[in-house]
C-alpha cells in the first residue's frame, strides 16, 4: 500500500528546503572537480558563479544570491528558481518537478505522486491508488491486485477493508498513523464465523466493538464475538481484560460451557465442564462439582449451608451438620 501519511505530509512541507539542499552535488569521480570560471569568484558569486569540471561532464551556475541555477553531473542535473521552481533529472530513477504551491510532480520507476495544491494529490503504482484531499485530511487508497482499501477523514473516521474484513474506526484521536491516542468507537466484522472447536451456529461472520478507548489506558466497553467465545467488558484498564470492573466471557454451544464473569467486587460466576462456583457478594454462593455429583449453596458467608448429592440433602451451620445425611 502507500507511503505513510506522516511521511507524505512532511515531504510536501518540506519541499522548498529540500530543494535549497538538493543544490549541491556531490562528485563521483576526481576528474569531476569543478573550477571557477568567474573571475573574483568569492567577490562575485552571490550575483554570479559558474563551476566547471576539466572532462566537461560536470557543471553548475546560479545568480540572485544563489537563488537561481542549474547543477548537472551527468547524467544527473538540477535547475531551481527558490522558491517558486524546482526541478531534478535522475534517470532512470527519480524526475521531480516542483512549482510551488502550484505543482508536485515525483516520478519512480512505475510510480508518481501529483499534486494540485496542496488542496488535492494522488499516487498510482500497478499496485494502488492513494488520493489526499487537503494535504491528508482526507485520504482514499485502494488496491489494484487484491480486495483491499481504506479511507479516513481526520479527527471523523477511519475505515479499512481487507478481503471480507472490514475495520471501521469512529472519531479516532489524533491518528493512529501518527500518535494513536485511542477513539470514540471501534467496530469489526467479516470475521469467520467458525471457531477453532465450535462451528458457525448459525453466524455469517463474527465482530468486535468497543467503545471509548483512551489511549489503551482505560475502555469504556467492549464486544467481542471472534472464535469459539464471545465477550462482554465494561470499565477495562490498559487492555487487559481481566482488569475490567465487568466481564463476562463464555464459550459459544451448549457443547462448551465454559464461562468466566464478574462484576468487581459484588459478583463472580466461574464454570466448565467439570463444575465451578459463583458468589454474590457475602450473601449467597454455590460451588457445583459435576465430576463427584455434588452441588453446596451458602449464604452469609458460610453461616448457613445446603449440600446436595446423590446420598441425600444436608444443612449445616458454622460447618457442623444439623440436617440430613
Not at 569568484?41 to 550575483?47: D, R
Amino acid at each position: 500500500m502507500p507511503v505513510t501519511s506522516t511521511a507524505r505530509t512532511a515531504l510536501v512541507l518540506s519541499l522548498p528546503l529540500l530543494a535549497a539542499v538538493g543544490c549541491t552535488t556531490l562528485h563521483d569521480q576526481p576528474d569531476q572537480v569543478r573550477h571557477d570560471t568567474v573571475p573574483l569568484a568569492p567577490l562575485f558569486s552571490p550575483l554570479f558563479d559558474r563551476e566547471v569540471s576539466d572532462d566537461g561532464t560536470s557543471s553548475s551556475w546560479s545568480t540572485l544570491f544563489w537563488l537561481v541555477g542549474h547543477d548537472e553531473e551527468q547524467p544527473r542535473s538540477t535547475s531551481w528558481a527558490l522558491p517558486l521552481w524546482w526541478h531534478e533529472d535522475d534517470p532512470p530513477y527519480v524526475e521531480t518537478t516542483l512549482l510551488f504551491p502550484l505543482w508536485y510532480e515525483r516520478k519512480a520507476h512505475d510510480e508518481t505522486v501529483r499534486w494540485i495544491t496542496p488542496l488535492y494529490g494522488w499516487q498510482t503504482s500497478p499496485e494502488a491508488r492513494t488520493d489526499w484531499v487537503v494535504l491528508d485530511v482526507f485520504d482514499w487508497q485502494r488496491s489494484h491486485v487484491a480486495d483491499a482499501w481504506r479511507s479516513g477523514l481526520w479527527l471523523v473516521y477511519d475505515v479499512d477493508h481487507r478481503d471480507a474484513r472490514t475495520d471501521f474506526t469512529l472519531v479516532p484521536f489524533i491518528s493512529k498513523s501518527i500518535l494513536p491516542l485511542g477513539h470514540l468507537a471501534k467496530f469489526e466484522w467479516g470475521y469467520p464465523a467458525e471457531g477453532v472447536t465450535v462451528g458457525a451456529l448459525g453466524r455469517t461472520g463474527s465482530r468486535r466493538i468497543e467503545i471509548a478507548n483512551l489511549a489503551g489506558f482505560f475502555t469504556l466497553f467492549g464486544y467481542d464475538d471472534v472464535g469459539d467465545t464471545r465477550e462482554i467488558r465494561v470499565g477495562t484498564l490498559f487492555s487487559d481484560e481481566v482488569l475490567s470492573i465487568f466481564r463476562s466471557w463464555r464459550g459459544r454451544g451448549e457443547d462448551d460451557p465454559f464461562v468466566r464473569e464478574w462484576l468487581f467486587p459484588v459478583y463472580m460466576n466461574l464454570q466448565d465442564e467439570e463444575g465451578g462456583w459463583s458468589l454474590v457478594g457475602p450473601l449467597w454462593g454455590d460451588v457445583d462439582d459435576r465430576v463427584a455429583g455434588t452441588h453446596t449453596d451458602w449464604w452469609l458467608m458460610g453461616l448457613l449451608s445446603r449440600s446436595t448429592s446423590g446420598a441425600g440433602t444436608s444443612w449445616s451451620v458454622c460447618g457442623l451438620t444439623v440436617a440430613g445425611p
